[in-house]
């Protein structure tokens, strides 16, 4: 397998999507701050796990393309109302300024909340499906971004500033924070392309592993990564005073955990043989991330 | 028929929904600031107005409740959003501070983005109708209430403050703030309850106009109201130096306007008969709004 084609391939195919997706001219400005932030790059990761997951369980990814756009427009509505300055206060993102530094607070927060309404009413889209099933995965995909999920976990970071919090306390952080939005992808993917309840469980355990070393690779590379490396400036959790995985567990024991997470990860798709493939690929990335 | 029983009933049950959708336990705070403002009171316009068209059409209303509900969050966080700082600065709302004098900033931008969320898991929850028939709902209230609908009306009034628009501007920038939302309550009951093509055009005519009615009477109660009586700041308008019907038509001419605008509203609902009567009573109610 040719991964690197296939990393291309899909990422190509999501954007289009998301270019295409946003390209009707609308009745206001909301739409140039919307396409502003979607467009900016990006690893796509979120749609490419859902693809992945997919072919995992036989399926085809590309069959359940909007679903998985969807959870970029998510991911990125997520990004906008972090950095702004009532949350992060961030001005680098991707590379670029962040959404608010070029349209202002006010169109960054709508632009956030119109990417998010765009991402349901997208998901909702979403052809080569039973409708049951459609409703069901959108239904988890709303329950993990929401505040039992990703949401919740913003409000558990903002808490953690200036704090010193356990080892625990951080895992759940992140398993909500950063965590529920790739179990929603993987879960999706497999769900849509008819994973059987014991692989739709196996994928869950994998989901949550990934999650887990993409936060502490995360948290590594804030520490080790330059800004030109991330697109955004690196240092940014010492400057908030921020508990990671790097603070609790020195960069060292962070490092340890990783590979040991990933390597669980790693296992959890065993079952999958060959057709998980892709799905191990962009696992092993995290073991060498630089953004 | 007994209309005030009618709207005590419907309201009830939207607030019982709402408190036991509620009322679990969260991982964080986000919660109480999401019941804060979603249990406030409030009139529940927008999901009685979705019962009351599914009882016209020969359904019944009480069978949507949660897409009904699920539309009263929409409006909820939209509220919320909207009175941050960045945007309107408001400091009351139903009588009570807002969310974020509350919860501060970042937590209510955050109770805001939960409850879009939970609004979209909470209708796709909704029994009693075809999974496809309920696809295209939420695909259908996501559009009224994204860059299409209401978040585009909001930069579009954002663009007005301090500014003389026209009339015709005036009516757009409405039609999608407020009017999209009303459009999508009623055309949701009318759909789920099974309205026949022709039934649906008449309701969205007769929504369209409803919406226009709310909102000049909005603008009207904004200058004759007491902050008492409307439970929020009133002259807002002129502190933020918006154009609105009484500043474009003079009062008098807003009230004409109304007049007429609830009129023509009344005569989409000649069709449907007696089964329309609750629909036509909350029209009348807009004669003489105090909050």
């Known amino acids: 397998m040719n991964f690197i084609k296939y990393l291309e391939d899909r990422k190509l195919l999501v954007n289009n999507f ?3 997706r946003t390209a009707k001219k609308g009745i206001s400005r909301v739409d140039e701050a919307m396409a502003y932030s979607l467009l900016a790059g990006g690893k796509r990761l979120r749609p490419i796990l859902l693809m992945a997951a997919a072919d995992a369980v036989g399926g085809n990814g ?10 970029e427009m998510i991911h990125t509505y997520s990004l906008i109302h972090d950095d702004l300055p009532v949350m992060d206060n961030d001005d680098y993102r991707r590379g670029r300024l962040t959404n608010h530094k070029v349209y202002g607070e006010a169109l960054a927060l709508l632009a956030g909340d119109g990417l998010l309404t765009l991402a349901f009413e997208v998901m909702l889209e979403q052809k080569n499906i039973a409708p049951e099933v459609l409703i069901e995965t959108v239904k988890e995909v709303a329950m993990c971004a929401g505040n039992y999920g990703m949401v919740g976990g913003q409000v558990l ?3 953690s500033e200036d704090k010193q919090i356990t080892q625990a306390q951080m895992r759940t952080l992140h398993e909500a924070k950063t965590g529920a939005l790739f179990i929603a992808a993987v879960r999706s993917g497999a769900r849509m392309a008819g994973a059987k309840s014991e692989e739709l469980l196996a994928m869950t355990h994998f989901a949550e592993l990934f999650g887990l070393a993409f936060q502490i690779t995360d948290d590594i590379m804030d520490v080790e990564s330059t800004k030109e490396e991330m697109g955004k400036n690196s240092g940014s959790d010492a400057k908030l005073n921020k508990s990671t995985y790097v603070t609790l567990y ?3 024991g962070a490092k340890a955990l990783a590979e040991k997470t990933l390597h669980e990860a790693l296992e959890c798709l065993e079952p999958f043989g060959p057709k998980a493939e892709p799905l191990r690929e962009i696992t092993k990335m995290l073991y060498n991330r630089k953004n």
Chains 1, 2 share one sequence.
């Open 18 to 20: 998301l270019e295409k």
């Open 62 to 71: 590309y069959n359940y393309l909007s679903v998985a756009c969807g959870l």
């Open 157 to 159: 970071d903002l808490d």
């Open 250 to 252: 020195t960069l060292e």
